[in-house]
């Protein structure tokens, strides 16, 4: 069965930079794109960035391009990471990792269109 896993949240100071990891198990690496998605307190569940494992390709929200980057690891254990800096107050939120319908980025970033969800790692950005 499918399975998807973050690690990585914590508490980090505004300019700040992290790493999530979302470990994938259950499916073929190349045949579902992976989705981070974010809930902040009080505003609608967010897509921040699209992986699609197939071709490397990759597609951020606005609000986070240039600051962070989604690659994935294929090599020894199937991982998707989700690079961020210059984090401010406005990226605190649970993460989430999600696996979509599609080999590719098609309908991210709406969340019906990715299924399977992790649990969630927090992130807090504060001074």
């Known amino acids: 069965q499918f399975q998807l896993v973050e690690s990585g949240g914590d508490l980090v100071q505004p300019g700040g930079t992290l790493r999530l990891s979302c470990a994938v198990s259950?499916?073929?690496?190349?045949?579902?794109?992976i989705g981070w998605f974010r809930q902040a307190p009080g505003k609608e569940l967010e897509g921040v960035s699209c992986f699609s494992p197939g071709n490397g390709g990759t597609t951020y929200a606005d609000s986070v391009k240039g600051r962070f980057t989604m690659s994935g690891d294929n090599t020894k254990k199937k991982t998707v990471y989700l690079q961020m800096m210059r984090l401010g107050p406005e990226d605190t939120g649970v993460y989430f990792c999600?696996?979509?319908?599609?080999?590719?980025?098609?309908?991210?970033?709406?969340?019906?269109?990715?299924?399977?969800w992790g649990q969630g790692t927090q992130v807090t950005v504060s001074s």
């Open positions: 259950g499916f073929t690496w190349e045949d579902f794109a």
């Open positions: 999600a696996a979509g319908m599609y080999t590719y980025c098609r309908g991210f970033p709406d969340r019906y269109a990715f299924p399977t």
